[in-house]
C-alpha cells in the first residue's frame, strides 16, 4: 500500500506542476564571474563569482553550448564573463570581457565580404617566390659573364660594371605573414 501512495503523491505532484506550468521548468540565473583557470581541451573553466562570497567556484563552465568545434571563444585567466547558471544544464559563459585565443572550425571562414579573395598560403608563396628569385639569380649572373665576355669582342660599350648583377636576398617570412591571423 505505501509504493501505491508514492505512487499517486508522484502523480498529483506532476498534475500539480503541469496545471501551474512549472513542470519540466528550469531555473535560470546569471553571474558575473573571475576566471580562474582554463582548460582548452574540455573547452571548459572555472569561475570565481564577484558578488556573493557565499558561493564556490563555478566548475565545468563551458565555452559554448556543446563541447565541439565551431566558434571556440578562448577566455583570458583574470577576466570577467557572465556564466549562465542552470538547474537542468551546466554552466555556460554568455559573455566575455577578454580573449585569449579565438578557434574557427569551418570548412570556409568568410571575413570583409570576400572582397580580398582568398587567404595566401604564405609557405607556398615563399616558396615560389624564392625560386622566382633563385632563377633571376642565374639569370642575371649568366647575363653578367656575357656582357664581360661580349664586351671585350665587340667593343659596345656595355661593360660587366654598368649591368647591376647584384643578387636578390631570399623571402622572409616576416616580411609576408600576418601572425595574428594563422590558418
Request: aromatic share 0%; hydrophobic share 50%.
Given at each position: 500500500m505505501g509504493s501505491e501512495n508514492e505512487n499517486?503523491?508522484?502523480?498529483?505532484?506532476?498534475?500539480?506542476?503541469?496545471?501551474?506550468?512549472?513542470?519540466?521548468?528550469?531555473?535560470?540565473?546569471?553571474?558575473d564571474c573571475i576566471v580562474s583557470s582554463v582548460d582548452i581541451a574540455s573547452r571548459t573553466c572555472?569561475?570565481?563569482p564577484l558578488n556573493d562570497t557565499s558561493v564556490a567556484d563555478i566548475q565545468g563552465v563551458r565555452f559554448q553550448s556543446t563541447v565541439d568545434d565551431g566558434v571556440i571563444l578562448q577566455p583570458t585567466i583574470g577576466s570577467q564573463v557572465?556564466?549562465?547558471?542552470?538547474?537542468?544544464?551546466?554552466?555556460l559563459i554568455v559573455s566575455y570581457s577578454q580573449l585569449d585565443e579565438v578557434f574557427i572550425v569551418a570548412p570556409q571562414v568568410q571575413f570583409n565580404k570576400g572582397q580580398l579573395g582568398g587567404?595566401?598560403?604564405?609557405n607556398d608563396?615563399?616558396?615560389?617566390?624564392n625560386t622566382l628569385q633563385t632563377e633571376i639569380n642565374t639569370l642575371k649572373?649568366?647575363?653578367?659573364?656575357?656582357i664581360t665576355v661580349y664586351s671585350g669582342i665587340l667593343d659596345s660599350g656595355v661593360s660587366a660594371a654598368t649591368f647591376n648583377a647584384a643578387q636578390l636576398?631570399?623571402?622572409?617570412?616576416t616580411n609576408l605573414e600576418n601572425t595574428a591571423?594563422?590558418?
Open positions: 499517486i503523491n508522484r502523480e498529483l505532484g506532476v498534475a500539480i506542476r503541469k496545471l501551474a506550468g512549472t513542470d519540466n521548468a528550469d531555473k535560470l540565473t546569471i553571474a572555472v569561475c570565481t557572465t556564466v549562465l547558471l542552470s538547474t537542468r544544464v551546466s554552466p587567404m595566401v598560403k604564405v608563396l615563399k616558396t615560389q617566390l649572373t649568366l647575363v653578367g659573364v656575357a636576398p631570399q623571402i622572409s617570412l591571423i594563422i590558418q
